[in-house]
């Protein structure tokens, strides 16, 4: 199993092979004792000023190896890195998820009620299926409508009894880069969501 794992991460796209190493690095950590099982609770990090946590948020998904888990997010977000187009935008529009995520769940109290690392993937994959939505609402041969190939992961999360809030996380930061970067740059020609390194 560990042999195919590292034979599947040579065809992944590089940021997204970095961050998959990290979220095993996570995993590994858990299990030697060296990170504590940790809920994430916004409020209580920024209460406790425990913003190592944050971070950590970003990469922690949980005590258990599962390795179809972590095949499946590291396609899907070796995807989005290749639809985005660089490795430096894609990794600027984690971070910037993250930001926006951690700042909407600590304003609208929600509890860790689903690993970071999902939301960042939900989040993506909406953005680079709403900048392709041609392509989104084509599955096989069969068409979908785009709303619902937009709107499928809160959809399912909502039937798993996830929160509102929550369901809207899944797409929310996702839809506000969708805006600055794609929408800005039609309406405006300027990009909003350039990299720090292309500012000046």
């Known amino acids: 199993m560990d042999v195919l794992f590292v034979q599947l991460m040579q065809g992944v796209q590089p ?3 970095v961050y998959v190493l990290g979220m095993v690095g996570c995993i590994i950590a858990h299990n030697t004792g060296v990170i504590e099982p940790i809920k994430y609770d916004f409020s209580q990090i920024f209460h406790k000023r ?3 946590k944050l971070l950590l948020s970003c990469f922690d998904v949980g005590t258990k190896f599962d390795a179809i888990y972590l095949a499946v997010t590291m396609f899907q977000l070796s995807y989005d890195e290749q639809m985005i187009g660089s490795s430096k935008r894609f990794l600027w529009f984690i971070a910037m998820v993250a930001v926006l995520t951690t700042g909407l769940a600590y304003a609208w109290d929600v509890k860790g009620e689903m690993p970071m690392v999902d939301m960042i993937k939900s989040n993506l994959t909406y953005y680079t299926t709403r900048t392709n939505i041609a392509a989104a609402g084509q599955i096989g041969f069969i068409r ?3 709303l619902l190939a937009l709107l499928r992961i809160p959809i399912l999360l909502r039937v798993q009894k996830f929160s509102l809030a929550m369901c809207s996380l899944s797409v929310l930061p996702g839809y506000v880069l969708y805006l600055m970067a794609d929408v800005a740059e039609r309406l405006f020609h300027i990009d909003l969501m350039r990299p720090p390194d292309e500012w000046f």
């Open 15 to 17: 940021v997204t092979r």
């Open 50 to 52: 425990q913003y190592y």
């Open 144 to 146: 979908v409508p785009a």
